[in-house]
């Protein structure tokens, strides 16, 4: 069996870790007919090394077996040009199965081209084509508006493997009529990845290349952790003000680290906003970090994680970050007016505030009045690491074992 897996940005570098190193163990550990192959795709919807080639080495990550360098541009013109790039690779290796992650274009982009590229026609009338496996199935925000929540709809109904992370995933597929044969829990490859990092990310220097702490001391001094990437975030000037000035409220109290984005830094010079923002020196070793906001670069997946880890509070946008603050025991603000991930609202570490200053600074002052009560041991159901191993479980007993052959055959109307 070949299974093609695809990323395009960063958060899918961390889901599709966690499938790579199951797949690598089904095949040493494997005593069945088949073994597993695997090609790495990564189409360069980011492009930028900080933003995508750090988290491979830290990750442990092999180099991709293709880059299709796809770049930037509109939503259209990025699904594309993805589309035409990995339709033509499609045809040349033929996998058996392509699995896409998260909801972002790449992830609509090559799910609908495996879903309608036949390699030959059997004179049976079947077809067979590569099946499409979603991984984070069923999230929905219940807002068209975002551009992700469309990548999520119109993946789910064209995949054959629909592999969930939290249950709300399974009450959404079937709402919208998917079967339940092809719905699978398997919990969170994402927080899988950090599990298994989480003790080397604790060897990071970051905290005390930022001042926030000094190695000989066991302190860290309180911060706050910022991330803003979304376009109806960022590229609307009132809104953008209107948070900015939010944060800038908050880091009266204690500094916030805001590793910046590209989109947003650009957003940040457009609207003239760069006054609300200090600067801050890489190597800095003395604790002089002082209330404000303070722009860094984009960090790698070791580093971030354990700024995260010791933040008093995240406030961000990010659905990544949701999910990791929950595991984390962070209390996390998002900066949104909804969530596609609901279980970590009901796991009390995640609160929706919204984009409005006056919202946003009480429901931050309120969680950071005392000592960090917003912390629970809990996890959701199946965040236990072992997500990407159910995965590869399940499609290697569906693949492998029933069909034992080169190709699935499809019936087609």
């Keep these: ?59 442990g990550l092999p180099q991709p077996d293709v880059n299709l360098e796809v770049g930037s541009g509109s939503h259209a013109e990025q699904t594309a040009e993805i589309m035409k790039r990995f339709e033509p690779l499609l045809r040349k290796e033929m996998p058996d199965v392509v699995l896409v992650v998260g909801d972002v274009n790449s992830t609509i982009a090559c799910s609908l081209v495996a879903s309608k590229t036949a390699y030959d026609v059997r ?3 079947g077809a067979s084509r590569p099946l499409v496996g979603h991984v984070e199935a069923g ?14 709809i119109l993946t789910d ?69 910022v991330t803003l990437h979304r376009p109806s975030n960022v590229d609307d000037r009132n809104v953008f003000g209107e948070i900015i000035a939010a944060l800038a ?10 590793p910046i984005h590209p989109r947003t830094l650009n957003r940040i010079k457009e609207f003239g906003l760069e006054g609300n923002f200090r600067s801050i020196e890489p190597g800095r070793r003395s604790l002089d970090v002082a209330p404000g906001i303070y722009c860094i670069e984009p960090q790698g997946y070791l580093d971030f994680m354990q700024l995260m880890s010791n933040a008093k509070l995240i406030l961000t946008d990010s659905g990544g970050m949701q999910e990791e603050s929950t595991i984390l025991g962070v209390p996390c603000i ?51 690491g072992s997500a990407g191993k159910r995965i590869i479980a399940i499609l290697a007993e569906k693949l492998i074992r029933e069909h034992n052959s080169e190709h699935v055959i499809l019936e087609r109307d």
Excluded at 139 to 152: A, C, H
Excluded at 180 to 204: C, P, Q, Y
Excluded at 249 to 255: D, G, L, S, W
Aim: proline share 4%.
């Design 1 to 59: 069996m070949k299974v093609m897996l695809v990323c395009g940005a960063r958060p899918n570098f961390m889901k599709v870790a966690s499938i790579i190193s199951a797949i690598d163990d089904y095949n040493s550990s494997s005593v069945s007919a088949g073994k597993i192959e695997r090609l790495l795709v990564h189409t360069g919807q980011h492009y930028d090394g900080k933003m995508s080639q750090s988290f491979f080495d830290d990750l």
């Design 249 to 258: 409220e908050v880091a009266r109290k204690f500094p916030l680290i805001f």
């Design 334 to 384: 998002t900066l949104r007016e909804n969530t596609e991930r609901p279980c970590t609202i009901a796991y009390g570490t995640n609160h929706l505030a919204g984009v409005r200053k006056e919202n946003i600074t009480n429901l931050t002052f309120r969680l950071t009045a005392g000592t960090n009560a917003n912390k629970r041991p809990e996890a959701p159901p199946l965040w236990d």
């Design 139 to 152: 999230l929905r925000s219940f807002d068209r508006s975002m551009p992700e929540e469309i990548n999520r």
């Design 123 to 125: 004179s049976n009338g």
């Design 157 to 225: 109904a064209i995949s054959d493997f629909l592999f969930t992370s939290e249950e709300s995933g399974r009450e959404n597929l079937l709402r919208e009529g998917v079967g339940e044969d092809k719905i699978f829990f398997v919990g969170n490859t994402m927080i899988d990845t950090l599990l298994k990092h989480r003790a080397r990310s604790r060897e990071s220097s970051i905290l005390e290349n930022l001042g926030l702490s000094r190695k000989s001391e066991a302190t860290v001094q309180p911060y706050g952790v």
